[in-house]
């Protein structure tokens, strides 16, 4: 069993300018969005398993090893996050299904040596549906710089019966962050660090 891939789409985005100055270095963002048939479209499946531990594998292979030639290493990337869009004719639990798997999305992990879990949306919509791919560090889930999202759309996907599959990433935070870190927040609220939860 193997997913039926229609189109591989590349987002690839360099800001020269951000804030009205320039970025030192250029703030690089990018994507790779798989567009597949929809397993289970036009009916109720209790049982989305077989497919899920059947396309996972495949699709984070795959997108992985693009993402990462896009990279040039997976060293390079340092916010990631992923995201699906499943069409009309399909479950919000279908696109959730297809990335909230290990065995899709720890090829990513490994592969640029991460600490932080995916930031991830899964969502329906009709053919050009924007995508929306939240990146966080993918050490540090705290770190407010690298809180960003990609934004695009495929103009003929998803078709009702399909899912676009997303994977994204950043080079950097934004070139001007100066709205500092989660941890001084928690400090300033008298809150434990450590133990966020915690009074």
């Known amino acids: 069993m193997k997913p039926e891939i229609r189109k591989i789409v590349t987002y ?6 951000e804030g009205f100055r320039p970025a030192e270095i250029p703030w690089r963002m990018f ?23 059947a396309y996972g ?15 040039g290493s997976g060293d390079v990337i340092e916010a990631y996050g992923k995201a699906a869009v499943v069409g009309l ?3 919000v639990e279908h696109a959730s299904g297809i990335i909230h798997t290990l065995r899709f999305g720890n090829h990513y992990r490994q592969a640029v040596s991460a600490k ?8 329906r919509g009709p053919a050009n549906a924007p995508i929306m791919v939240p990146l966080m560090d993918k050490n540090d889930a705290g770190r407010r710089s690298h809180y ?21 990433a950043a080079t950097s935070g934004r070139p001007h962050h100066r709205i ?3 941890y001084q927040d928690l400090k300033d609220l008298g809150h434990d660090v450590d133990n966020p939860a915690a009074v």
């Open 12 to 17: 690839d985005e360099e800001v020269l300018v």
């Open 31 to 53: 994507a790779v969005a798989a567009v597949i048939t929809n397993p289970w479209a036009g009916r109720y499946v209790e049982d989305l398993k077989p497919e899920i531990h």
């Open 57 to 71: 594998p495949i699709l984070g292979k795959m997108m992985t090893d693009r993402m990462i030639t896009l990279a």
């Open 89 to 91: 004719n399909g479950e």
């Open 116 to 123: 932080s879990y995916l930031a991830f949306t899964n969502t």
């Open 148 to 168: 960003l999202t990609i934004q695009f759309s495929i103009p003929d996907a998803p078709r009702d019966d399909e899912i676009v599959v997303v994977l994204g």
């Open 180 to 182: 500092g870190d989660r």
